[in-house]
């Protein structure tokens, strides 16, 4: 029995096998992690593109223009799970001195996609912290976008989604707003 409890051929193999276990749940939670950071990165420059695209666009956009931008954030952001944006035109206040609008955010259009409701002038105010200072009759471009993500394996993640919310300026002038389009 002495011999036996000196004896150490083998204690490697026996040490291995205890910290393998958390060693292949490391490099999971590792790569999960990573996973999600890139997901959130691609998801946000997908969302800038699709707020430069459109702050390019003149003269006029309609509902098949952003049905068209949501299918391109989708390919963009690489999402095989649902997709939502939304694109708003505010303006603030008028110089129109026939118009006491001073300090008020108008809404020109919205139209959101894959059910989601078009922004209000009621819904404008919960989102009025969010937006830059403006100056008088400046207008924005707000685009929101939504994506869900799903890890790659479950492992107590229930799974997230990424909001996003840019404001741009025209290019040149606001576009307007045709069903045509």
């Not at 049905?67 to 999402?79: K, W």
């Amino acid at each position: 029995m002495g011999n036996f409890a000196r004896d150490l051929r083998g204690s490697a193999t026996l040490e291995f096998l205890i910290v393998l276990p958390m060693l292949i749940w490391s490099m999971l939670a590792i790569s999960l992690f990573f996973d999600a950071f890139r997901a959130r990165s691609t998801n946000l420059k997908a969302a800038y593109t699709i707020s430069d695209l459109i702050s390019r666009e003149n003269p006029f956009v309609g509902p098949d223009y952003i049905a068209g931008l949501n299918t391109m954030y989708t390919f963009l952001s690489a999402s095989n799970n649902p997709t939502w944006i939304r694109v708003s035109v505010v303006q603030f206040d008028t110089e129109d001195p026939q118009i006491d609008t001073d300090g008020v955010l108008i809404l020109k259009w919205s139209h959101g996609t894959n059910g989601q409701p078009d922004l209000t002038d009621a819904t404008l105010s919960d989102i009025a912290s969010k937006i830059p200072v403006m100056g008088h009759g400046d207008s924005l471009i707000l685009v929101e976008t939504h994506m869900k993500y799903r890890a790659l394996a479950k492992i107590n993640f229930n799974g997230a989604s990424f909001d996003n919310f840019i404001a741009t300026r025209p290019r040149f002038t606001p576009p307007k707003w045709d069903e045509a389009y």
